[in-house]
């Protein structure tokens, strides 16, 4: 026994007809070649907890590295949303106060009528989050406007205890080791937030995936149902 350790699992235990259904759709999506008329879209969302200084850090000189109290103020926290295109190499961050179906109606509105106005469908790769809907559309504009955009969009999601197949969440890994450990509200998350995004857009850092569903087939073959003959 070994209390003080815990595991979080990422996939199912056991066999899961739902996971693997789920699972297969969205690998067979990353194989899509890139095309500019259906782009690959992952989305996915997280929070920052604002955090202030209570005194002013000291700032580092020769022979002394910077130093701040272990003391701090909790400034509540916000929340961001992230979109990330994988065969482009592009991302889009907002900077929100809250997670709301209308903070994400508002986020996917933005990216259908900027970045991808032109394109014929939005193939929306996301985790199966309450909000992550087209009910959400719903909410937050009137039924016409919830259904142009609701017609923009090709949903896939993702299976529950399968977040690692989202590749936003890889985006949101690395914005997260960026970020300084201490962002002590909304402006300054905001301006690092845009900072990172700027980097990583010039660089056009894309995402390589290379797990396929003929690698699942193999590789996590204890979650597929075994068929009676």
């Avoid at 299976?159 to 997260?176: C, D, F, R, Y």
Wanted: aromatic letters at 10%; hydrophobic letters at 40%; one cysteine or more.
């Amino acid at each position: 026994m070994k209390p003080h350790l815990r595991k979080m699992w990422c996939i199912p235990p056991k066999a899961s007809a739902e996971f693997v259904a789920y699972m297969e759709d969205v690998l067979e999506v990353y194989h899509r070649p890139h095309d500019p008329a259906r782009p690959v879209v992952c989305m996915d969302e997280t929070f920052k907890q604002l955090i202030g200084e209570v005194r002013e850090p000291l700032p580092p000189a020769p022979g002394r590295i910077e130093r701040f109290d272990s003391v701090y103020a909790r400034n509540g926290v916000a929340s961001l949303f992230l979109a990330f295109e994988p065969l482009a190499g592009w991302r889009e961050v907002a900077v929100t106060d809250t997670r709301t179906r209308g903070d994400w109606a508002h986020f996917i509105r933005s990216l259908v009528d900027t970045r991808y106005r032109a394109a014929d469908k939005v193939v929306l790769v996301m985790d199966q989050l309450n909000t992550h809907g087209v009910a959400s559309l719903y909410e937050a504009f009137n039924p016409d406007e919830a259904w142009r955009i609701a017609k923009r969009l090709e949903i896939h999601h993702t299976p529950k205890h399968g977040s690692w197949l989202n590749m936003a969440e890889i985006e949101l890994s690395v914005l997260a080791r960026d970020l300084p450990q201490r962002v002590a509200d909304r402006a300054g998350l905001t301006r690092h937030v845009g900072c990172w995004k700027a980097r990583r857009n010039a660089a056009r850092v894309k995402a390589n995936w290379q797990f396929t569903t003929a690698d699942a087939r193999v590789k996590l073959r204890k979650l597929y149902p075994t068929i009676e003959a």
